[in-house]
């Protein structure tokens, strides 16, 4: 039985802000690849019956929309490790944090993969006649990792990644750019899991978009672990590293382009302070100026307009009891 001053120091390290990082990272990714896997799971190998490419549009968004639900006021829920590049090479992330948040991401995959495995083991199994393929017509490690189709070449599928990564990249800055037009409070998550399953649904064909590093190499290596052996590293041309390096250029790239076309136009904040400061400083130099001739005009008489005796006999006011003021 656990003490609980032991039960005390494990909730302490919990609440650590790195650790709830870490673990935000771990669950959102989670949520996401067993929404995603499972969707491709059921394309594979239940056919048009049981999913289709839509469906695996829908499983990936939603999976999106679900993690950020999970863990988007803790660490952001990245989700990615080119999101978590770029955001660390923007400047608007400490780069101490980058491997905490990868850590997280990639362990949430494998273990996403992990559990798809264990789901529909029995159904691989069926499929595949007991032999775990990696490509041909029964192939199963694409329910895990993408795989380059037979009309693609590895360098445009490269330039693939780096595109979709890179749309992908620009369109959730401007989904968070309060200096912009952002998501409606309360939408971001659901808009961020639209806009993967425009991307799928539009530029998804030509290598599965993976656009994430952390989506496609760790559930690679489980299944390199679990069975289908090295041929997941050597298919369509050593392949496995394209969906690693693609999209962190290409996150990159979409953050530069974002950021110079939209983010580094003249901030509203400073002219409003610019034009507020103009408007303070004639309204001071008007109330100088009315100041001076209040102070001129007390010395003439109130009707007159004559410099006023100094004898104590004293104006009489209006009957209706208001002060005379003069129009400037």
Not at 232 to 252: D, L, S
Not at 260 to 289: C, W, Y
């Amino acid at each position: 039985m656990v003490s609980w001053p032991v039960l005390v120091r494990i909730h302490a390290v919990l609440q650590k802000e790195t650790v709830r990082e870490f673990l935000a990272e771990f669950l959102s990714t989670y949520v996401m690849m067993v929404f995603g896997l499972g969707s491709v799971a059921h394309m594979v190998l239940g056919g048009q019956k049981f999913g289709s490419f839509l469906a695996v549009n829908l499983g990936f968004g939603f999976g999106v929309t679900m993690g950020v639900h999970v863990a988007g006021n803790i660490s952001g829920a990245h989700m990615n490790a080119a999101v978590s590049f770029t955001a660390c090479a923007l400047g608007r992330m400490s780069w101490k944090k980058f491997p905490v948040y990868v850590l997280g991401q990639f362990l949430g995959s494998f273990t996403a993969a992990a559990t798809i495995y264990g789901l529909f083991y029995t159904a691989i199994l069926h499929f595949s006649g007991g032999h775990l393929a990696v490509t041909g017509p029964t192939a199963t490690a694409n329910i895990f990792a993408t795989y380059l189709p037979d009309h693609m070449t590895l360098w445009w599928g490269f330039l693939n990644e780096v595109v979709l990564t890179g749309m992908l990249q620009l369109c959730l800055l401007a989904i968070t750019d309060k200096e912009n037009n952002p998501a409606l409070p309360g939408t971001q998550a659901l808009v961020t899991g639209i806009l993967v399953v425009i991307i799928g649904a539009s530029l998804g064909m030509n290598t599965g978009y993976a656009i994430n590093p952390s989506r496609d190499l760790p559930p690679r290596f489980f299944t390199f672990i679990a069975g289908w052996g090295k041929q997941v590293f050597r298919a369509g041309e050593n392949w496995w590293w394209v969906p690693v390096v693609a999209p962190i250029v290409g996150a990159y790239l979409g953050g530069i382009v974002y950021l110079v076309f939209i983010g580094s136009g003249i901030p509203r904040e400073p002219q409003e302070s610019e034009d507020s400061a103009m408007n303070e400083e004639h309204r001071i130099t008007t109330l100088s100026k009315t100041s001076a001739h209040l102070s001129v005009t007390s010395h003439l008489d109130p009707v007159s307009r004559v410099p006023a005796n100094t004898s104590s006999v004293q104006p009489v006011p209006p009957v209706n009891g208001s002060i005379l003021l003069e129009s400037f």
